[in-house]
């Protein structure tokens, strides 16, 4: 993958982690102010737990302490200003190795418990089914923690949960247990990369509030209604499920409910189809759409230029078998477009003439690299003056480098490697910050 395509992979996953950002916040904010310090019975819970710790490089726990009897100042701990009660347990992402002690279950009003991204583990490293039991707890993440058995039918019985996140969590193979239908609260559902299968997901129907799904790499290729399962979740923001062995994406739907989606992650299924019969192209929500690695073909539909709301296309290493003749002049929140390796032919002239065209242009990355290209490079782009990353490698481009770019003041990577541009190199933007290259030029 072209080096800007992969950073840009890495911003929609930011932009996926976003969504994760908001969960972790959307409980009420805790005051700073408080009138009550912790309860007895729940610091010694806590102390039970720092027992159990074999390893805090960090000396993240070293706050915890007999000698300080207010276990609210202790760190990743917040109680309640009026209670005193332990209300939030955040550990994430610590370096924190160990058993975690069935001593939590002391803490009843808990709602918020956040381990992820450590080394901690139940007994022999399993999943620590106690957890199962919290009767308040409404935020769980314990993603990356590598459980060495089976995910526990007992999770249906967090009634109260609204955020669960189990991401690259499990080291062996487990099924999707269907109880997780019962979490009726849900908000947020991270079971991606996982070591996880199941043949059954119409237990995501009864999830009336759910808005996040990631099921990444979850092999559904035996569900054949999961396109009809998912739209009636009418509540969905964000679906992942990229790397999920789909067979197709060419369903067809009497009604789309899914009128709220924002984000669309179908990156490598292998659908090869054409890509004007794929079933999202009329959801006008939809703010990211990836789908790299689809193999779909065929031309664009017209459909893509009333997305008014499209703010990043990732459509790359789909073969050069799909053709762009769309006129994207009205997506004006386009911020990223991405078709490297995708498109079969086209004219790099008539392509920038149909881009965004706003009095506040927005898009800021471009790339199009190895899609047969042709044509003389244009010399009037001023309407592609908030470009961040411009990246034409690999084609057959011909003419030479626009003097206009010097207006690009906040162009940071240029590649126009291999291709067939000659003349003099103008002056060029002084941000840039990546080397760029004009290997098989004329320069």
Known sequence: MHPSAAKFLLLLVAAASSFLSVASHG???RQLKRNASCVP??????????????SDPEGILSSWRRGRKDCCRWMGVTCSNQTGHVLELDLSYRNLAGQISPSLLSLEHLEHLDLGGTYLSGHDGRFPEFLCS???LRYLDLSFLSFASRLP????????????YLNDAYSLPSEVPPQLGNLSNLRHLGLAYNYLYTT??????????????DMAGINLSTIDNWLHVVNMIPSLKSLSLRNCSLPRANQSLTHINLTKLEMLVLSKNYFGHPIASSWFWNITSIQQLELYSTYLYGPFPDALGRMTSLSYLGFWENGNSATMAVDLKNLCELDTLLLDGSLSSGNITEFIEKLPQ???SKLQHLNLNDNNMTGIMPHVMGHLTSLAALSLSNNSISGSISPGLQNFTSL????????HLSGQIPLLPRGLVWAFSLRSSKY
């Not at 729940?42 to 074999?54: G, H, P, V």
């Not at 007992?154 to 609204?162: A, F, H, I, M, V």
């Open 200 to 213: 059954d997901i119409s237990w995501l129907v009864r999830l009336h509030q759910l808005e996040y799904l």
């Open 153 to 164: 039918a007992q999770l249906g019985n967090l009634s109260t949960l609204e955020y669960l």
């Open 358 to 360: 706003c009095s506040s």
């Open 134 to 136: 919290f009767k308040n």
């Open 412 to 419: 940071e990577e240029l590649f126009l490697s291999s291709n």
């Open 41 to 54: 019975h729940e610091r010694d819970a806590l102390l039970a737990f720092k027992e159990n710790i074999t």
């Open 27 to 29: 409980l009420p904010p």
